[in-house]
């Protein structure tokens, strides 16, 4: 079984279109000993017109720091950025929990041209 619970409640597809998801490259990775659980500082390039933004990650587990940059992601963008202890995280990196509940990063599974939008 899944680790992901009961379905969300049913929604509609116009309400899907308010979340921006894009995909970008991760370009800096460092790790962040102030916030409480351990996770990276992410920058991340989406291109033009959203450019570099600021992300913070739980993804210690399965990721190093330096393994990450050059990395595509997928992301929502269009969410009001988000205070984690002394850092400001401007998007949310998506991922999905492994079988212990540790992230897992959502990518495609073809590089494709930073900037795109999830369809």
């Not at 894009?22 to 991760?26: C, E, K, S, T």
């Not at 800096?28 to 102030?34: K, L, Q």
């Given at each position: 079984?899944?680790?992901g619970?009961?379905?969300?409640?049913?929604?509609?597809?116009?309400?899907?279109?308010?979340?921006?998801i894009?995909?970008?490259?991760?370009v800096?990775?460092?790790?962040?000993?102030?916030?409480?659980?351990?996770a990276?500082k992410?920058?991340?390039?989406?291109?033009?017109?959203?450019?570099?933004?600021?992300?913070?990650?739980?993804?210690?587990?399965?990721?190093?720091?330096?393994?990450?940059?050059?990395?595509?992601?997928m992301?929502?963008?269009?969410?009001?950025?988000?205070?984690?202890?002394p850092?400001?995280?401007?998007?949310?990196?998506l991922?999905?929990?492994?079988?212990?509940?540790?992230?897992?990063?959502?990518?495609?599974?073809?590089?494709?041209?930073?900037?795109?939008?999830?369809?």
């Open positions: 079984m899944g680790k619970g009961a379905p969300a409640v049913e929604t509609d597809f116009d309400t899907f279109l308010k979340v921006d894009r995909v970008g490259v991760i800096a990775a460092e790790p962040f000993p102030e916030a409480r659980k351990p990276f992410l920058r991340i390039d989406f291109g033009d017109p959203i450019g570099e933004k600021k992300s913070s990650a739980q993804i210690t587990r399965h990721y190093q720091a330096d393994k990450l940059v050059g990395r595509q992601v992301a929502v963008v269009n969410f009001p950025p988000r205070q984690i202890g850092f400001m995280s401007e998007v949310l990196t991922g999905v929990p492994d079988e212990d509940g540790e992230v897992v990063l959502l990518a495609p599974d073809h590089n494709v041209p930073i900037g795109g939008r999830l369809f």
